[in-house]
C-alpha cells in the first residue's frame, strides 16, 4: 500500500475560497454571488478585492440561480455559492431551466454538502444533491477530497465551459493531495495499485479510503483504491480497467445511497462488466444533529466500514 | 438603433399579421397560448419594429444592443412570430411551431438554436432574475444599453419575482424595463378569483421601482409609454411598467375571457379570425 501522509488538516470550503481568490486575479470575467453566507463560503476575500465582481443576493437563492444564469449573457462566469442543500432542492426548477436547458456557463459551488456539517441537522445535511445534479443533462459533478483538490478544481471550472456543480464541505480534514496538481475534470486519480478489489470513493470518503486501504493491506488484502472526483462525466474507462483486474467493487460517499456515486459505477458494470459491488453511503435516510465524526459513525461512513465493505465484496466474487 | 423604425401605420399593418401568424399557429398544430400572444402583440411589435436598438444578426452577448427576455414563456407564439417577421429567421419557419424537431419549441429554448432566445422560460417567475444577470453583466462590461423584460400577471404569484424585484432596487439596476402583461387573467380564471394581486403599482414602488402604466393594446398610448420608462432609466431605479392588454386582443371571441389561454381555435373559428385581422397585404407563410 502506497504511504500517504499529511502535515496540515484544513476544510475543502478553504479550497473553494482561496482558488476564487486566485481565479478572479486570473480572469477578469470571473465573478462570484452569494445568498448571505459568505463568511461560510469562504468567499470574504473575494469580496474584499473584488466588491465590483460580488453579488450580495441575500436569503434569495432562486434569484441568485437567475441571476448567475443572465450574467453568463455578457460572458460572464459567475460562482453561485451558498450551502448544498439550498444550492439544489431548494433551485432545481431554476438550475433545471434557466442553467442546464439553456445551455448557461454558471458555476454552483456548494458548501457543507452531506453529514458532516454536523450539529445543524437533517434541514441543513443534504445527502441527495449529487442525485439531483448528475440527472440534468450536460451538468458536471464534482467532490473533491481536500483542500489542494478543491483549490484545483475551483480553477479548473472556470476553463470549462458549461454548468457545474461543485461540492465541498465544512469539516478540516487532511490534506494529502499535491498543491500543484493538475485538476482534470472526469479524469479519475489512481492512489494505489491493488489486485483483489476495486475502492472507488468521492469527496471526504478517499481520505477514509486510503486509511481502509492500510488496515485491508495488513489484512492481505490488495485493494485497489480510486479517487473518483469527477461523478459526471464519469471516467468510465478507469471503472472499468480496474474491475477487469480486482472483479470487485467498493463505492464509498458521504451521500444517500440512492442516486449518488455507487449508483453511477453501478450502472456502469451492470452493462459492461457485472461484478459484485458493496455500497458505503447513508441507507436512503435523513441524518441528524450530532458531531461530524459521531455523525459517520453512526450512519455507516468509517474507514471500518470500507474494510467491512471490501471483504464482503471480495467474498462475493 | 432599430432596424425597422416603422411608423404607427406600419406597425398597426406588422402587428396584424403577427396576430394572424398566431391564430395559424397555434391552429396548425391545435396547442399553444393565443390569448396572452393575442395580448401583448402590440408590445412585442412595438419594442422589435421601433424601440429596441438591436441587430438581426444575433449573438447572445448582444453587445451593445438592447436585449429582450420572456419570463412567461407560454405565449411564445406572438415572440416567434415577431422575431420571424423581424428578421431573425425565415417566417416559413413559423410552420415547424410545436412539431417535432422543431426550433419553435412550444415553449422558448436556446436548446435548438433559435436566433433572438437567450434562455429558456416557460416554468414560470424565472425571467426577471436573468434580465437583471445580464443587465448587471452590462454594466460591469461598460454597455450602457438597455434590458427589457415581460412577465404576466398570474406570473407575478411566483415568489422569485419579489425576490427579483427586491435584488433590483437594493443593487440599483437601473438599466431594466419590466413589464407585466396586466390581462387580468390566469388558466383558472381571473386573477381577482384564483389570487388577488391587490395594488400593483403600490407593491412595485414599495420595493423600490419606478413605476408606470400603459395601454397596451393602443399604439398611440404605449410607444409614448415605452418612451417615459427609457427616459427613467439610468437614475438609481428599477423601471416597472403595468401594461394593460386585453388577452384575445384583436379577436372578438377571444377577448376578455381566460378561457383561450392555452386552446387553439378550430377551423371555422379560424376562419373568423383571419377575418378579424385584415391586413393590406397579407404575407401569411
Not at chain 1, 453579488?55 to 460572464?76: C, D, H, P, R, S
Not at chain 1, 454552483?108 to 453529514?115: E, M, P, R, V
Not at chain 1, 464534482?142 to 476553463?159: F, G, V
Not at chain 2, 438603433?1 to 406597425?11: A, C, K, V
Amino acid at each position: 500500500m502506497k504511504e500517504y501522509t499529511y502535515t496540515e488538516k484544513k476544510d475543502t470550503r478553504s479550497g473553494f475560497g482561496d482558488g476564487l481568490l486566485e481565479l478572479g486575479r486570473q480572469n477578469p470575467n470571473v465573478v462570484g454571488l452569494c445568498a448571505d453566507l459568505t463568511g461560510s463560503l469562504k468567499m470574504n476575500a473575494f469580496q474584499k478585492e473584488f466588491p465590483e465582481r460580488f453579488f450580495q443576493v441575500g436569503i434569495a437563492e432562486a434569484n441568485m440561480i437567475g441571476l448567475a444564469a443572465g450574467m453568463t449573457i455578457g460572458g460572464k462566469i459567475p460562482f453561485a455559492a451558498t450551502f448544498a442543500n439550498f444550492a439544489t432542492g431548494r433551485v432545481y426548477d431554476q438550475i433545471r431551466q434557466s442553467v442546464a436547458y439553456s445551455g448557461k456557463n454558471v458555476k454552483i459551488c456548494a458548501s457543507h454538502a452531506g453529514l458532516t456539517l454536523g450539529e445543524d441537522g437533517a434541514t441543513h445535511q443534504i445527502l441527495e444533491d449529487i442525485g439531483m445534479m448528475k440527472m440534468l443533462p450536460g451538468m458536471t459533478v464534482i467532490n473533491p477530497c481536500d483542500y489542494n483538490q478543491t483549490k484545483a478544481a475551483t480553477m479548473a471550472i472556470a476553463e470549462h465551459d458549461g454548468p457545474v456543480y461543485l461540492r465541498f464541505g465544512r469539516p478540516v480534514v487532511p490534506i494529502f493531495t499535491p498543491a500543484d496538481q493538475k485538476f482534470e475534470i472526469g479524469k479519475a486519480v489512481m492512489l494505489n495499485e491493488g489486485t483483489d478489489v476495486s475502492i472507488f470513493a468521492t469527496g471526504h470518503l478517499v481520505w477514509k479510503a486510503i486509511l481502509a486501504g492500510k488496515t485491508l493491506a495488513e489484512k492481505g488484502i490488495s485493494a485497489e483504491i480510486i479517487n473518483i472526483h469527477t461523478i459526471k462525466p464519469l471516467d468510465v474507462e478507469a471503472v472499468l480497467a480496474s474491475v477487469a483486474k480486482t472483479r470487485c467493487v467498493v463505492t464509498a460517499e458521504e451521500h444517500n445511497r440512492l442516486g449518488g456515486l455507487g449508483d453511477s459505477i453501478a450502472q456502469v458494470l451492470a452493462t459492461a462488466h457485472p461484478a459484485p459491488q458493496e455500497y458505503v453511503a447513508v441507507n436512503d435516510t435523513f441524518g441528524e444533529s450530532g458531531t461530524p465524526e459521531e455523525l459517520m459513525e453512526k450512519y455507516g461512513l468509517t474507514e471500518e466500514n470500507i474494510v467491512a465493505a471490501a471483504e464482503r465484496a471480495i467474498s462475493r466474487k | 438603433m432599430n432596424p425597422h423604425n416603422q411608423s404607427i401605420e406600419e406597425l398597426k399593418q406588422t402587428a396584424a399579421q403577427v396576430r394572424r401568424d398566431i391564430v395559424r399557429m397555434v391552429h396548425a398544430v391545435n396547442s399553444g397560448h393565443p390569448g396572452g400572444s393575442l395580448g401583448c402583440t402590440d408590445y412585442f411589435v412595438s419594442l422589435y419594429f421601433k424601440v429596441m436598438n438591436y441587430s438581426t444578426d444575433f449573438t447572445m452577448e448582444g453587445k451593445n444592443e438592447d436585449l429582450f427576455f420572456l419570463s412567461n414563456g407560454h405565449i411564445s407564439p406572438v415572440w416567434y412570430s415577431v422575431l420571424a417577421r423581424a428578421g431573425f429567421f425565415d417566417v416559413k419557419e413559423l410552420a415547424t411551431f410545436r412539431k417535432l424537431n422543431s426550433r419553435l419549441q412550444g415553449h422558448p429554448t436556446t436548446h435548438e438554436g433559435l436566433p433572438g432566445i437567450r434562455i429558456a422560460s416557460g416554468s414560470l417567475g424565472q425571467g426577471l432574475s436573468a434580465a437583471l444577470g445580464a443587465a448587471q453583466a452590462k454594466k460591469l462590461n461598460n454597455d450602457d444599453s438597455l434590458v427589457y423584460v415581460l412577465m404576466g400577471d398570474g406570473e407575478l404569484e411566483e415568489g422569485q419575482i419579489w425576490e427579483a424585484a427586491m435584488y433590483a432596487a437594493h443593487h440599483k439596476v437601473d438599466n431594466i424595463i419590466a413589464t407585466v402583461d396586466k390581462n387580468g387573467q390566469q388558466i383558472d380564471g381571473s386573477t381577482d378569483e384564483v389570487m388577488s394581486l391587490g395594488d400593483l403599482r403600490a407593491k412595485f414602488e414599495a420595493f423600490g421601482w419606478h413605476v408606470l402604466e400603459a395601454d397596451g393594446n393602443n399604439f398611440e398610448l404605449l410607444l409614448p409609454a415605452l418612451d417615459e420608462a427609457k427616459a427613467a432609466t439610468g437614475k438609481g431605479k428599477p423601471v416597472l411598467i403595468l401594461m394593460n392588454t386585453e388577452m384575445g386582443f384583436g379577436v372578438d371571441f377571444m377577448m376578455g375571457s381566460h378561457k383561450w389561454h392555452g386552446v387553439a381555435p378550430n377551423d371555422e373559428q379560424l376562419e373568423i379570425a383571419l377575418q378579424q385581422l385584415a391586413v393590406e397585404q397579407a404575407s401569411d407563410y
